[in-house]
């Protein structure tokens, strides 16, 4: 080769490797320009106790209220099933329950399907998980699992991973389990359980590179199960004696004259915790450039709509916290239109540029955060499962439920081929739902509105039902 050929080559190789360096360093500094993003889920957690509000004046919430008006407050969230489970799989697929397969307690997270875990790692984002997972099987399934969870049944999220399948039931608030990547226990004793799982996120946090995911997931507020009880850490114990009693309780029996109290200083220690995880992010020098939601899977009606926490198409049951602060949602507003957790994936998508999969139900947040109006945002569509098996319809008036009688021998199934009217409430004249509509005569109108309304939504998720009239009283 002579030596001006040899130059040439020389300063081609030159020129293409820095271009291939600079490109790397355009690529390097994009992806850490992109948003981290945390999830905390609270569990069992009313919307009505946020301070934000308006509705209880016990000041449980000055992290939380303050993380509102700062960021953008979603006054209007819903759950699309008000279980443990079938709600965490709808957080995370953006899928409703009877498309995900999740449609109770016990069934795994199937394979096939997307997670918010595996978009964002295609993305360049770590996925990392710590607390609560309640998506492995478990009861009666096949490889039920209570504990540590196999890494094909995480969801995609194969980077950091301190999780139980059901922390409830290996912990209690001061002394439990929970299990690393490998399968190996971390246990704690002697510090509260929310606490513990703070200090996990810290560990992650002083050593994380961006972009990552982090979802933290409390078991609280949730109770309890072994002793049915709210149980707050000692520091809150007897705090909030005699407690102002939300309005939908106050008519109604339950548990909640013995509960509330502790139930409510669980909700503190959980707003504690947010302001914990953000004064660390803060410590780590992540906030200026992460976001930061907090929700809950379902609300709890103290045993006075059935026989246990959730599982009914009442606010309790059914309406969320929904707080989103970072960038895109530092706006200070609150969106009064209705949302659902089917919008939480195609959200957290778009703040970190990655493409959502065009066949999801929901849709992204953001227009709502920078003060947009959405068209077709007038009804959220929701499912349940285990005490009932129905469908319901949310819209800014009504909430519209049917369920599948219950015959002898009576169980639980994903969906039915009929379905007859269970429960409906005028919310404009009845916020707190004292007042069941279902089978009144001068109602009749509103009701065929509604229940054509909610035979298409189930249509457009490939359900298809006979919807008959009111069962009158249910059974």
Known sequence: MRSSEASTR???MRQTSAAALAAGDVQAREQAQRPNIVLIISDQFRWDCIGAAGLNPMNLTPHLDHMAREGTFFRNAFTNQPVCAPARATIFTGLYPSTHRVWKNGPRLPHDFPTLATLLRQAG?????????????????PGATNGAVAPADRGGFLDLWEAANLLELTSHPYEGDIWDGDGRPIHFSGQYRADFLTERARRFLHSARPPFLLVLSYLEVHHQNDSDQFVPPREYAGRFKNPFVPQDLRPLPGSWPSQLADYFACVAKVDETVGAVRDLLREAGFEQNTLVAFTSDHGCHFKTRNTEYKRSPHESSIHIPLIVNGPGFNQGIEVEQLVSHIDLLPTLLEVAGAKAPDSLPGRSLVPLAKGLRQEGREEVFFEMSEFVTGRGLRTPQYTYAVAAPKTSGWKPVPRADAYQEYLAYDLYADPFQHVNLAGRAPYQGVLRELRDKLRNRMES????AALGDCLFPYS
Do not use: F, T
């Open 125 to 141: 984002y770590s996925a990392n998980y710590i607390g609560k997972w309640h998506l492995a099987p478990n009861g009666d399934e």
């Open 461 to 464: 998720v490939g359900e298809h």
């Open 10 to 12: 020389r300063n081609w």
